[in-house]
């Protein structure tokens, strides 16, 4: 099956002149269509640097992504544009509050990926708002409402609504569920599972919270200091991590099954190796 | 890696031990029937109790608006304006609270009590050093020299598990990450030696190792110092490996209460119950299970 | 634009608005009221308010209610002219440099310094000295000098819009960045630059003002607010009270100007955020 979104050798460097600092170092990783995968890294891992190279808002220097099979990476200016206008990808902010326009609609919120393609009436955009409201689980009378007047978890689904209003292939979310609630979460994370269910999307979650994505992801991926360091099913990166900042971040999640705490002492090892790690990084 | 306290407190700490009729209490911290409400006269909080035994570690879970965080604030003494106790009593090591003077209140504060807050960098002069900023508590509540306040304040970033403090104490908030912020903001909240210190989501925007370190360090100052910690957190993952005892927040009131262990096995309020599930829906635990039943 | 109405709706935005309208009309129908003709000398000079005389005479002999009605449009209208071509080579370069690319970014960037640099009074001076002594160009003179700050304020709100995640958002559906602009940066661009144009408006009166006061721009016999309270000056022993009249108008004007700026500012930036704390019942108190 041909990968929905893959990305081989990229290398990304941020910045200009003597403040230009590298951030991804040979990342490679794929989605399939249908899949959730999910993407852990902390701060300073380059997770949203990747992310933003896949949407083309950052350039890369070496390596490719292909989306669909077409090759993304060197697209500019209107080609870009157009590309985009098509939806194959779309992109869920991690803030809801700040990623929706104050000043417009839920109505005009959910309905600018369309309205930008051109083409439709305006009843077909009533149409679309309401099927998009309807499949987040957002009530109706919301259309008409703004921003600043609904819940966090409320937006967050408005800005999952509008995303997947214009029908993508590739969703990704960066950070979809970290400012919201327990219960909010979880309404959120099964919205997702459910999308891909029924629309086949394939799913990249950003996040650096390891514990967040058992149960939700199929796949994955570790990026540590810019660099792809463990790959695997969700349940093999969990219960048996081989790479040691793997294993720092499994036994770094709080849980509450535990019947007493991961051991400081064993963590304390793991980082004196993954301090190693990272003074002498290893090229993939 | 061991916190010792500076000779100034460890003195006044046994002074206080040794003095009269002071029997060291069960009970450092006591709320009972703590009601706030805001301008308009609606209550907040409705009746919330705590116990806070000493040296113990007392986790407050609950979502935003639960009233958890305005619990702290009352027993701090720092209400924004308009929210004010309109009802109850809260004792700190059988001193009532309110019913200080707001200096005296003022004076508790750093001595006796002491908070770490969600984002420690607004809590920082952006414009001084850490370490000076570290040394100006020193001076000011320990009453130390200026060159004594500098070199303390390196032994304490150490001590907190900064490496090469003396580089960290020259360096900016802004160049700092946020874990290690937070230690600064941890080494200034302890300074004067307080005997209860309240983490108020003083984790949730920091990465998961980083908030594992933070939260061993607390753990840390428990055991070292016997210091006595409050821990507020949306996350009853965080409270469950750093607390004995819970309370489970919700809406203005505490709906549930006792040992962590036993409310988390056996959860009597049905909110309670829905917290755990929440966790056990999506997280670690569920693929645990996942294989363990496959 | 739901902020200015909303500025309007105040108890200041309102009194303000209504005094602007005052002379506006003012500016429009004054020379008509006026009960003398501003220009003819009379014998009487130099007299106290009198029942044929509301507020005397001048030095010449000259009604001075009249003078100061019929000087209303050429002071008035003529601070909208300054301010209007200010506006137009400020505003645009200001919120386009945002997204025109870096080149025409240092460019406009480069140009207003220098115009910023240039000092005010010798500048007016010399373009009326090059072009004629006469009103519209000093009005171009003016306008030239007000343009930077116009361009600086334009430009700053829309760099605080141009990166916000929705922006983002809307650039990753394919937006041209002059959908992006009218959709997202404009209506947020405005409050800020209805603000400023108020107050430049002040500004630029002031300026009209002074200018007239100097003799520049423009040409007497014509009156002026500002060219009144300059003639009367000289004869201020004789009629202290002179030059009130022409600066309660200038003053009303400025101040109402002014006032309405804070209004629209102090109602402007929350973007229903009031209305949503209310929504939720009883003043909630999100603090924890």
Known sequence: MTALLDVAGLHVALGRGRGRAGILHGVSLTVAPGEIVGLIGETGSGKTTLARAVLGLARAQRGSITIDGREVGGLRGGALREFRRGGAVQYVFQDPLRSLDPERTVFETLVEGLVVRGGYSRAELREAALDAARLVSLPPDLLPRHPGELSGGQRQRVAIARAIAVDPRLLICDEPVSALDASTRITILELLLRLRETRDLGVLLITHDLGSLGGVADRVVVLYHGQVVETGTTEEVLLAPRHPYTRLLVSSVPSIGDEEPPDPELRRALREEVRGLAAAPARQ | ?294 | MRTVTAALRTRAGAVAAAVLVAVLLLAVVGPLLAPYDPLRNGADILQPPSAAHWFGTDYLGRDVLSRVLAGAPASVFTAFEAVGIGLVIGVVPGITSVHLGRAYEWITLRVMDGLIALPFLIFAIAVAALLGNAVHQAMVAVGILLAPSFYRITRAAALSHANAQYVTAAQLFGASTWWVLRAHVWSKVLPTLVVATANATAGGLLVVSSLTFLGIGVVPPEPTWGGIVASDLGYLTQRPYGPVLPSLFIMATVGALNLLADAIRDTGGDHGRARSLRRTGAGRVRLT
């Open chain 2, 1 to 294: 890696m061991s916190v010792s306290p500076d000779p100034a407190t460890a003195a006044r700490e046994a002074a206080e031990a040794a003095g009269p009729g002071a029997a060291a209490r069960e009970t450092l911290l006591s709320v009972r029937g703590l009601r706030v409400s805001v301008a308009d006269g609606s209550e907040v909080l409705h009746g919330v109790d705590l116990d806070v035994p000493r040296g113990s570690a007392v986790g407050l879970v609950g979502e935003s608006g639960s009233g958890k965080t305005l619990t702290c604030r009352a027993v701090l003494g720092l209400l924004p304006a308009g929210v004010e106790v309109t009802g109850g009593e809260i004792t700190l090591d059988g001193t009532e609270l309110t019913a200080l003077p707001a200096a005296r209140r003022a004076r508790l504060r750093g001595t006796d009590l002491a908070a770490v807050f969600q984002d420690p960098a607004s809590y920082l002069n952006p414009s001084i050093a850490v370490g000076a900023q570290l040394a100006e508590v020193l001076r000011v509540k320990v009453g130390l020299g200026r060159r004594a306040a500098r070199h303390r304040a390196v032994e304490l970033l150490g001590a907190m598990g900064l490496r090469h403090p003396e580089h960290v104490s020259r360096q900016y908030p802004f160049e700092l990450s946020g874990g290690m912020l937070q230690r600064v903001l941890i080494a200034m909240s302890i300074t004067a030696g307080p005997r209860l210190l309240i983490a108020d989501e003083a984790t949730t925007a920091l990465d998961v190792t980083v908030q594992a370190e933070v939260l061993e360090l607390l753990a840390e100052l428990r055991r070292d110092r016997g210091l006595t910690l409050v821990v507020v957190s949306h996350d009853l993952a965080v409270i469950s490996q750093v607390c004995d005892t819970v309370h489970v927040f919700r809406d203005g009131g505490v709906v549930e209460a006792g040992p962590t262990r036993q409310v988390l096995r056996a959860p009597r309020h049905p909110y309670t119950r829905e917290l755990i599930d929440n966790h056990e829906r999506f997280g670690i635990g569920r693929v645990r299970e996942q294989r363990s039943r496959s």
